[in-house]
C-alpha cells in the first residue's frame, strides 16, 4: 500500500483554496492540479507498506503525537519549488503553526525511523502542493496571478495526525485514511467542571 502521513484540511478550507485555483489556474504552465479533495498537509511520505505494517506505524504515530497537544494552522502565501524560474511545485504556505508542526514531524520522523523508515535528510518544508509542473519552467504569469490573491485561512484545529492510503490511476491520485493518532489532549483547567 502506498501511503503518507499527513494532517488533513477542513472542507472549508479545500473549498476555498479550491475556487482559488480554478481562478489562477488558466496563467499558469501546463500542470497537474491537485482536486480540492486531496489537499492536505504531508508530515512524512512512507511509501509502500505491507498491511503487517500497519499497526506498528499506528504505533510510532500515537508515541509521536501523544508529545503533543493539538494546535492550530493558518494557511497562506503562495510559492514554488525549487523557485519561480525553475518551478516545479506550486504551492501555499504555513503562516501560522509553523514551528508546533515542525517538531510533530520531526518526532514522526523518529519514531517511524524505529520501524525501519528513512530519516529525512532534507530540511521540513511544510506547505499544501497545489499543482505539479508538467516540465521545470519559469512560472512568472502564475506568480503574477497568485499575487493578486491576497488568502489568509481561518485557524485550523490540528488534532490528529492521519496515515494515508494513496492510490495511483491515469486520472490522478486518490488519498483514503487507514487509521489516524490523536494529539494529546490539552491539559483541563483547575476551573473546569
Known sequence: MRSFI????PDTIKQEIGEIMERIRCA???AR?????NLHVTVKFLDEIRDDQIRPVIGALT???G??????LRLGGFGFFPNEKKARIFWIGIESG???LKALARGVDHQT???GFALETRPFSAHITLARLREPGPADRLAKAASHVQYLSAMIPVTQVDLMRSVLSPKGASYSIVDFAPLRPAPRSPLSP
Open 113 to 115: 525511523a524505529t520501524l
Open 98 to 100: 509553523f514551528e508546533t
Open 28 to 30: 499558469g504552465p501546463p
Open 33 to 37: 492540479w491537485v482536486p480540492p479533495e
Open 67 to 72: 508529545e503533543h497537544h493539538p494546535f492550530e
Open 63 to 65: 508515541l509521536a503525537a
Open 6 to 9: 499527513a494532517i488533513n484540511l
